[in-house]
Each structure stands twice: as C-alpha cells, then as structure tokens.
C-alpha cells in the first residue's frame, strides 16, 4: 500500500514563497503521475498541478500558471510545490496524490488518483 507524506505548509504573508513536499513509501515513484489539490472551506477540491510519470510533463491550473512549480526528484521519491507570489486566495490544504500510471498521462481530477496523502495547510494572510 503506497503512502503519501506532505509537508512544508505554513502561515505567510502575501507575496511570500513555501514550497511543499509530497514523498511517497514506494520504490519507483517514476511509475506514477503525482498530483497537487486543494481544497479551502466550503469548496470543492480542486486540481492545482500535475507531472506525470514520463518525460515530466506538467499541468497548472490558471490561477496558478507563473506562480506555482511542480518538480519530481526520483531518487527521493519526492515530488515537490515551489509557491511563489503568495496570494490570499491561495490559502486551503494541499493534498497530494498519486496514480500507478506510467506514461504521458497527468490527471487533473481528484477521481482519477487513487492514492491521498493527509493534507498540509497552507494560509496566506497578512
């Protein structure tokens, strides 16, 4: 059974920087595409970004393109979210998840992964 850790969130100021960790209990996390959610009070979980198991691929929702960097290190079974120009909207726990798929694929909904970390929080306020 694949475990999922995320860590790294935190209280910071608008225009602040975190970057979160999502390390995985698996030996070939190459194998699976990792996805980034959110999900602040009283709103849906919603996709942030993706990177898939294959040449690195990534996906970001708009709210976040030119702010947010998804980035993997194999050898760690990490996958990391650099966050920069933090915005109050921003502010929800971040969710990691993974899918055993090996290829291009980089899923962007929560239906789609079947393993789910516990959630970091990350509030953005002055």
């Known amino acids: 059974q694949l475990q999922i850790v995320e860590s790294g969130g935190d209280l910071v100021q608008p225009g602040g920087s975190l970057r979160l960790s999502c390390t995985a209990s698996?030996?070939?996390?190459?194998?699976?595409?990792i996805g980034w959610f959110r999900q602040a009070p009283g709103k849906e979980r919603e996709g942030v970004s993706c990177?898939?198991?294959?040449?690195?691929?990534?996906w970001y929702v708009n709210s976040v393109k030119g702010r947010f960097t998804i980035s993997r290190d194999n050898a760690k079974n990490t996958v990391y979210l650099q966050m920069d120009s933090l915005k109050p909207e921003d502010t929800a726990i971040y969710y990691c998840?993974?899918?055993?798929?090996?290829?291009?694929?980089?899923?962007?909904?929560?239906?789609?992964?079947?393993?789910w970390g516990q959630g970091t929080q990350v509030t953005v306020s002055s």
């Open positions: 998840a993974a899918l055993r798929v090996y290829g291009s694929s980089c899923p962007i909904e929560p239906y789609e992964y079947d393993y």
């Open positions: 698996v030996f070939h996390l190459d194998y699976y595409a």
């Open positions: 990177i898939n198991s294959n040449d690195g691929s990534t």
